[in-house]
C-alpha cells in the first residue's frame, strides 16, 4: 500500500496510509482488526520519539506535561487578577513531568479577541519544587485621557486578556545533558550525536519554533556539522551549544508534548487605574480671604479654586481629588474642631450632606453653579488633570432623601431616625443611609447621581467609608456605571478588615486607602511593602497617602520637614499610586488633643493659606521632583516588583523595582533603588547588599546609578556604604545608568 507524509503536532515527517482509490470492499473481522492494529498502530522508528500532545478534552485532565498551582488565581478563578494596561507583573506556575526528563514553559499573552500579543519562556526559579516565572505585560502603557481622541484606541485594548502556561518537554536540554557526559566519557558518542543531529534537524523544521529563515539555517548547519564524522566528538557536540542555538533555545525553543493550562484571566484596565499620583484640596478654602472689616473669612469658590488645580499642576500630580461639593445641612451642623455646636459663622461639614438647596447632585450654592463645576472640569482636562469626587452615601438630617424616601433610613422605637455613631463616637450631624428596606431603590438613585456628575466631567469617585454598605450594593453599582461609562474609577477609603478590603476590590473598586499612615518602622514598612507589592496587588491596590483631613499619625507629628519628607518618598515610591492632601506643603502637623487628626481641621472650618510660605520647607520641590521621576520612569512602577535590599542598620529602609528591558518601552532595562533613613531627628550609616544579577547587573561590571534627588552619581556593587542625615538627605532615589 502505497504512503503518503504527513506533519505531526511537533513538526516531525511520518509515513502514514494512503486512503485506498480502488477494488471490492470487504468485511472486516475483529481478528483482522487486531492484526491491522498491531502492524500499522505503532511503527518502528529509530531513535527515541519525542513526547506526543495528549488532548485535554475535559476540565482537571493532565496533558502530556503537568502544569499546577498557576499565580495569580484567587478564590477559585471566579474574580479575575487586574492590571493597568501595560503594567508589568508576574505569573508563576509548577511544571514538571515524570523522572528526569527536562522541561520548559512558556507564557502566553492574548488579548481580548483571542490574539497572541506575547509570548515569553518561563524560567525555573526553584528545581526542586518545579516554580516557573515570567514577568508580562498585557498591551501598552499610555497616558492618554478620557477625554482625549487617543483614549479610543486605549479603550479598544481594556477588558479581559488571558495568560496561558504551556508545558513542554525540553527534548533540547535533555539530550544536551546525556551527550555531554557521554562525549565526556567516551560512551555510545555517536549514538548521541546522530540523534543530536536528528533533533535539530526537527527543531528547524517545526513551524511551533516561529523560526525566521536564518533561525532556521544555523540549526541546520548544526545539524550538518554535527553528522560530520570527520570531526571529532567535541566539535560536533559544540556544533549544537553555540551561543546561537542557545539564544534559540531561549526565544524559539523546541516545544514536545505541548500542555496548555487552562487560560488565566486578567481584567485589564485603563491607565491611572494602577499607576496614579493624586492631590486633594477643598474648594472653599481655595481662595478664601479674612475680612479685615468684620474678621470673618470670605470662603473660596469654584471660580478660585482654580488655583488648586494649577498647583496640583506645577507639583506633577494627574488627578484632583474633592471633598464633597453639595449643600451642607444645617439641623445639628458641627462647629470647629467636631464641636457639636456650630457657630454662625461655621460652615459645617462637607460629609453632613443635604439641605433644603438640593442634596448629592446639586452644588453648594456657596461654591457656585453646575457650569461653575463643569467649567472647573474643563480647566483641569485642559492641563492634563483628573477630576474625582468624593462620593459620601449619608445625609444630613434636611436632605431631601429624609423626606422623599423615609423608608431608606433607620427609624428608632421613638419614632425618630438614628443618627451615625460607632460608639463612642457620634455624628448628629449624619444620618446613615439603611438598606434593608429599598436596596435597589438606592441603587437605581445613585446611579443616576454618578451619571450626572460623569457627564459633568468627573471621571473618578472616590467613596466615603464604602464598608459600612453592602458589597453587592457597590457591586451592582459600579458595575451599572461602568458599563455606561467605563473610564469610571473608584477609590475605596476603606480602613477596615482585610476580607472587606478584598471584597470591595471583587466588587469593582479600583484602589483603596490603606494602611500606610501606621506602618512606621523598618519591619513594619518592609512587611507592607511586600503586602501592597505582592500577589494582593492583583486585586488590592493600595493607595499610599502619608496624611489626609482625618488622618495625622505621631510620626508625621513629631519629625518636623524630615518627617514630611521621608512619608513622602515611602508613598510616591513604595506604591504606583499615591496621594498628598494640601496643607503637607506648609507641614501642617499639630495633632487635635487625643486624637491623629489636625487640629482645626479643615472638614469644619475654612482655611486661609498662605502658599509662598511652601518655598521655606522645600517639601513642595521634594513632591514635585518624585512626581517627575515617577514619570521620567513609568516603567518601574508596578504592583508586582518590589524587593527589599538587606541594610544593616534598624533606620535605614532600601527596597528595588526593576522591569526588564523586554518588557519597557524604550527596550532597556528599568531599575529604581530606594534608600530612606527613617529617623527625622538623627544621621544613620548602613551597609545595603544588592544581589545584582536579580536586576541584570553585571557582577564584573558593577552599577553606575544616578540619584534623581540631586543628581549626584556613584558606583554600586554587592555591598554599598550609605550615610543619610535629616538635615541633608532623607533618602536616595538611585536609577541604574547605562554607561
Given amino acids: 500500500m502505497s504512503t503518503k507524509t504527513t506533519e505531526s503536532a511537533t513538526g516531525k515527517k511520518t509515513a502514514s496510509p494512503a486512503k ?249 484596565e485603563r491607565p491611572k487605574s494602577s499607576f496614579a499620583a493624586w492631590y486633594q484640596f477643598f474648594p472653599r478654602s481655595e481662595g478664601a480671604t479674612y475680612d479685615d472689616q468684620n474678621g470673618r473669612i470670605k470662603q473660596g469658590t469654584l471660580v478660585t479654586a482654580l488655583s488648586g488645580l494649577e498647583r496640583a499642576k506645577a507639583e506633577g500630580f494627574d488627578i484632583v481629588y474633592l471633598p464633597p461639593i453639595f449643600p451642607i445641612g444645617v439641623t445639628n451642623r458641627k462647629g470647629r474642631n467636631n464641636s457639636l455646636v456650630a457657630g454662625p459663622n461655621d460652615p459645617g461639614s462637607p460629609f453632613g450632606i443635604g439641605s433644603e438647596l438640593g442634596g448629592h447632585d446639586t452644588v453648594d450654592p456657596l461654591l457656585g453653579t453646575m457650569d461653575d463645576f463643569k467649567a472647573f472640569c474643563a480647566r483641569a482636562h485642559e492641563l492634563g488633570l483628573e477630576v474625582a469626587l468624593d462620593f459620601a452615601l449619608q445625609c444630613s438630617p434636611d436632605h431631601p432623601w429624609v423626606k422623599q424616601h423615609p423608608n431608606w433610613f433607620r427609624t428608632k422605637p421613638d419614632g425618630t431616625i438614628a443618627f451615625a455613631e460607632n460608639p463612642p463616637k457620634k455624628y448628629q450631624d449624619i444620618y446613615p443611609i439603611d438598606f434593608n428596606a429599598d436596596m435597589p431603590g438606592i441603587e437605581k438613585e445613585v446611579e443616576r447621581i454618578m451619571d450626572l456628575w460623569v457627564k459633568a466631567g468627573v471621571t473618578i469617585f472616590r467613596v466615603d467609608n464604602p464598608h459600612t454598605k453592602p458589597v453587592r450594593f457597590w457591586q451592582d453599582v459600579i458595575a451599572a456605571v461602568t458599563k455606561k461609562h467605563p473610564e469610571v474609577l473608584f477609590l475605596a477609603e476603606a480602613f477596615t478588615r482585610p476580607g472587606m478590603m478584598r471584597a470591595l476590590s471583587y466588587a469593582g473598586f479600583t484602589q483603596s486607602h490603606c494602611y500606610f499612615p501606621w506602618r512606621n518602622t523598618k519591619d513594619e514598612l518592609e512587611e507592607y511593602l511586600l503586602e501592597t507589592n505582592g500577589d494582593d496587588g492583583y486585586y488590592q491596590h493600595n493607595t499610599f497617602w502619608p496624611t489626609t483631613p482625618d488622618i495625622l499619625t505621631a510620626y508625621v507629628r513629631d519629625n518636623g520637614i524630615a518627617g514630611h519628607a521621608v512619608r513622602a518618598v515611602l508613598a510616591a515610591m513604595g506604591s504606583p499610586s499615591w496621594g498628598i492632601y494640601n496643607g503637607f506643603e506648609l507641614i501642617e502637623n499639630k495633632q487635635r488633643p487625643g486624637f491623629e487628626e489636625q487640629i482645626d481641621n479643615e472638614k469644619y472650618e475654612v482655611k486661609v493659606r498662605n502658599w509662598a510660605d511652601a518655598d521655606k520647607y522645600g517639601i513642595a520641590e521634594l513632591l514635585t521632583s518624585l512626581n517627575k521621576i515617577r514619570r521620567e520612569h513609568v516603567d518601574a512602577f508596578s504592583y508586582h516588583n518590589v524587593s527589599i535590599l538587606p541594610s544593616s542598620d534598624s533606620n535605614i529602609l532600601a527596597f528595588a523595582r526593576h522591569t526588564p528591558a523586554e518588557l519597557t518601552a524604550t527596550g532597556k532595562p528599568e531599575t529604581l533603588i530606594v534608600v530612606v533613613n527613617l529617623d527625622g531627628h538623627n544621621a544613620h550609616q548602613s551597609e545595603v547588599h544588592l544581589e545584582m544579577p536579580d536586576f541584570g547587573i553585571d557582577p564584573k561590571q558593577g552599577a553606575h546609578v544616578r540619584d534623581e534627588l540631586t543628581g549626584r552619581e556613584f558606583t554600586w556593587g554587592w555591598d554599598n556604604f550609605v550615610s543619610l542625615a535629616p538635615w541633608a538627605d532623607v533618602a536616595h532615589v538611585l536609577t541604574v545608568v547605562e554607561d
Fill in 20 to 268: 485506498r482509490t480502488t477494488g471490492t470492499a470487504k468485511r472486516t473481522t475483529a481478528a483482522t482488526k487486531r492484526r491491522r492494529t498491531a502492524k500499522t498502530a505503532t511503527p518502528a522508528v529509530q531513535g527515541e520519539v519525542p513526547a506526543q500532545v495528549i488532548p485535554v478534552t475535559e476540565a482537571g485532565q493532565f496533558g502530556r506535561i503537568n502544569v499546577l498551582d498557576i499565580t495569580p488565581n484567587e478564590e477559585r478563578g471566579i474574580y479575575p487578577g487586574r492590571v493597568e494596561l501595560g503594567e508589568a507583573f508576574e505569573v508563576t506556575a509548577q511544571v514538571f513531568i515524570e523522572g528526569r526528563t527536562k522541561v520548559g514553559a512558556t507564557a502566553v499573552v492574548r488579548n481580548p479577541r483571542g490574539k497572541e500579543m506575547l509570548r515569553r519562556t518561563m524560567t525555573c526559579v526553584n528545581p526542586g519544587l518545579d516554580r516557573w516565572t515570567m514577568t508580562l505585560v498585557c498591551g501598552e502603557r499610555s497616558d492618554a485621557k478620557p477625554w482625549e481622541p487617543e483614549f479610543a484606541k486605549v479603550k479598544r485594548q481594556l477588558g479581559e486578556w488571558t495568560v496561558t502556561v504551556e508545558g513542554w518537554e525540553d527534548t533540547y536540554l535533555s539530550w544536551l545533558h546525556d551527550a555531554t557526559i557521554k562525549v565526556q566519557v567516551d560512551d555510545d558518542v555517536e549514538n548521541a550525536l546522530i540523534s543530536g543531529s536528528q533533533l535539530l534537524a526537527r527543531w528547524a523544521a517545526t513551524s511551533d519554533a516561529k523560526l525566521n529563515a536564518r533561525q532556521r539555517k544555523t540549526l541546520e548547519a548544526a545539524a550538518a556539522a554535527m553528522a560530520d564524522t570527520t570531526r571529532s566528538p567535541q566539535e560536533r557536540l559544540a556544533a549544537a551549544t553555540s551561543d546561537e542555538i542557545t539564544e534559540l533555545h531561549v526565544s524559539n525553543p523546541l516545544r514536545d508534548g505541548l500542555s496548555p493550562s487552562a487560560p488565566q484571566r486578567f481584567k485589564v
